[in-house]
Nanobody
Framework: QVQLVESGGGMVQAGDSLRLSCACSGRIFSNYAMGWFRQAPGKEREFLGV????????YYPDSVKGRFTISRENDKNTAYLQMNNLKPEDTAVYYCAAAYYWPDRSDYPENYDYWGQGTEVTVSS
């Protein structure tokens, strides 16, 4: 089993930056690709990006490309989501997820094996 715990969420103002962390325990962190998703009230879970085991590959949807950056530190068993120039529409619960195999469709939540409990981000205008 892999346990994932997100942290770093909170209330910020539009234009601010925030870095979320995802701490992994239970298995070898470097064996997993790590993805980030978010879910706003009444909406489907939205893919934000994914990073490969060795950080060599990252992929982002156009909706957040250039504003959000995913990184990881395998020696600390932690993945990060750096979010810049936050907007009120970024308000959501943010989740990290782990995939043992690089997902063919990284934007499909069902292609990830483990999930954290989420951390809430609220952006005020």
């Amino acid at each position: 089993q892999v346990q994932l715990v997100e942290s770093g969420g909170g209330m910020v103002q539009a234009g601010d930056s925030l870095r979320l962390s995802c701490a992994c325990s239970g298995r070898i962190f470097s064996n997993y690709a790590m993805g980030w998703f978010r879910q706003a009230p009444g909406k489907e879970r939205e893919f934000l990006g994914v990073i490969s085991r060795d950080s060599a590959i990252t992929y982002y949807p156009d909706s957040v490309k250039g504003r959000f950056t995913i990184s990881r530190e395998n020696d600390k068993n932690t993945a990060y989501l750096q979010m810049n120039n936050l907007k009120p529409e970024d308000t959501a619960v943010y989740y990290c997820a782990a995939a043992y195999y690089w997902p063919d469709r990284s934007d499909y939540p069902e292609n990830y094996d483990y999930w954290g409990q989420g951390t809430e981000v609220t952006v005020s205008s």
